[in-house]
C-alpha cells in the first residue's frame, strides 16, 4: 500500500502562484508515475499533469501548459505542483495520484492511478 497526503492548498488572487506537495508513504517506490488531478464542484475529475519516475518526462494539461510545472524529490518521496498565474477556473481539489504499473509510461487516465491523496483545495478569487 501507497499513502499520499497533499498540503499547500489555499485561498489565492488570481494571478497568484500556488506550490502542492504530495508526500508517499508506506510501500513507496521510485518506479511510479505520479500524476496531479483536480475535481471542481459538480465536475468530473480531470487530468492535470503527470510525471516519469525519474522526472525527465512531463505531461499537461492544455488548460495548465505554461503556467504549472510538476516536479519531484525521489530522496524525499515528494511529488509538487508549481501553479503560476493561477485563474479562477483553477478552483477545485486537487488529488495527487501514483501508478503503480511496471512501466515508466505516462496517462491521463484517471483509472490507471490506483492510488490517491484525499485532495487538498485551491480556491482562486478574482
Not at 510501500?27 to 459538480?42: C, D, L, Y
Not at 518521496?77 to 505516462?106: G, H, W
Amino acid at each position: 500500500q501507497v499513502q499520499l497526503v497533499e498540503s499547500g492548498g489555499g485561498l489565492v488572487q488570481a494571478g497568484g502562484p500556488l506550490r502542492l506537495s504530495c508526500a508517499a508513504s508506506g510501500r513507496t517506490s521510485t518506479r511510479n508515475v505520479m500524476g496531479w488531478f483536480r475535481q471542481a464542484p459538480g465536475k468530473e475529475r480531470e487530468f492535470v499533469a503527470a510525471i516519469s519516475w525519474g522526472g525527465g518526462t512531463t505531461d499537461y494539461a492544455d488548460s495548465v501548459k505554461g503556467r504549472f510545472t510538476i516536479s519531484r524529490d525521489n530522496a524525499k518521496n515528494t511529488v509538487y505542483l508549481q501553479m503560476n498565474s493561477l485563474k479562477p477556473e483553477d478552483t477545485a481539489v486537487y488529488y495527487c495520484a501514483a501508478d503503480s504499473r511496471p512501466f515508466n509510461i505516462l496517462t491521463r487516465h484517471r483509472g490507471l492511478y490506483d492510488y490517491w491523496g484525499q485532495g487538498t483545495q485551491v480556491t482562486v478569487s478574482s
